[in-house]
């Protein structure tokens, strides 16, 4: 169990200097910090990422997602909304994916599409409605139904990562989001960062501070080739389009796989 006084919340790190013996962290709030070891779990726009490593050059990928929710009883004349459910685009790019939130009161909306330019990356630009309805109209009337009901969007541009060629350098590591951002074509993201926090607990049960840097090799070793995979192995978004073998996703144990070993998924 993690002691309690020593998690302090509402912090935010800016400034991260690593030497050979620990990590010297200051904090929006004027704060500051020096800790043995730094495991950076902050997400996409990692500041650990870049003190590690620079900052990154995402590519656009020439898509745009629409996101919003509608109340389930507004469309409650659409069949299969209590499960996830895909409707296939004309090209690779174009999807609409829906599945129920809040017990199912709600139904998130998820739609993909073409578009040449893009200059922002956020997940909180608005976007119009009426645009949404335009660029699907071709779509199924079950899946069109989905966007007549929706009275707000959220719209987003997706960009694009190589696989990084580490996540370890001397006593920080990374995981989740901030070692290896991931379209959402797997919907993988989140299993792959709770996939990273087990292994790497797993590395660090037992290890002294001065043995901080192996540890954390094993743990970069055993994962980042799986993560890789499922990085590249998302892009045409074509994941079980024609059924297929999903167990080298969902079959894999991070509890039980061999502790520093790389574990490749194999399709
Ligand atoms: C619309 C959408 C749908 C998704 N659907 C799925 C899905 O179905 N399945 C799935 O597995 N994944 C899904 N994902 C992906 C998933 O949400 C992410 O992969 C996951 O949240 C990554 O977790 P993380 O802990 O690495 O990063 P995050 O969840 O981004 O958490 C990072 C944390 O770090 C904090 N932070 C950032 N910078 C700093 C700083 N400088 N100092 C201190 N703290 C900081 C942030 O405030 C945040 O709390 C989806 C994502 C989106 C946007």
């Known amino acids: 169990m993690f002691p309690a006084e020593q998690v302090a919340l509402g912090k935010r790190a ?18 500051s910090a020096r800790v043995g070891a730094l495991l950076g779990a902050d997400g996409i726009h990692s500041c650990v990422r870049t003190a590690m490593f620079g900052a ?7 898509i745009v997602a629409y996101r919003a929710v509608v109340p389930a009883e507004r469309v409650a004349g659409v069949p299969n909304l209590g499960a996830f459910t895909k409707w296939w685009g004309p090209n690779p790019q174009s999807q609409i994916v829906t ?5 199912g009161k709600d139904i998130f909306i998820f739609a993909t599409t073409p578009q040449d330019t893009w ?19 071709a779509y199924h009337p079950e899946a069109r139904a989905l966007l007549d009901a ?3 969007v959220l719209k987003t541009a997706l960009y694009e990562r190589d696989p990084m060629p580490a996540w370890a350098q001397g006593r920080m590591a990374l995981l989740g989001d901030a070692a290896h951002p991931m ?3 797997m919907a993988q993201g989140a299993g792959m960062a709770i996939e990273d926090a087990v292994v790497l607990a797993r590395h660090l049960e037992g290890v002294a501070m001065t043995d901080m840097a192996d540890a954390l090799q094993g743990y970069e070793k055993a994962r980042i080739e799986r993560a890789g995979q499922v990085q590249l192995g998302l892009r ?12 080298w996703v969902y079959g894999y144990d991070a509890w039980a796989v061999p502790l520093g070993a790389p574990v490749a998924a194999t399709a």
């Open 99 to 103: 599945f129920p939130l809040n017990r």
């Open 119 to 137: 200059h922002l990356e956020s997940w909180t630009a608005p976007g119009s409605v009426d645009e949404l309805r335009e660029q699907y109209v």
């Open 150 to 152: 929706c009275d707000t």
């Open 56 to 62: 990154e050059s995402p590519r656009f990928t020439g």
């Open 183 to 185: 379209l959402p074509f």
């Open 236 to 247: 045409g978004n074509n994941w079980l389009r024609e059924g297929g073998n999903a167990d």
């Open 14 to 31: 800016e400034t991260i200097v690593a030497d050979e013996k620990g990590v010297s962290l200051s904090f929006t709030d004027g704060t």
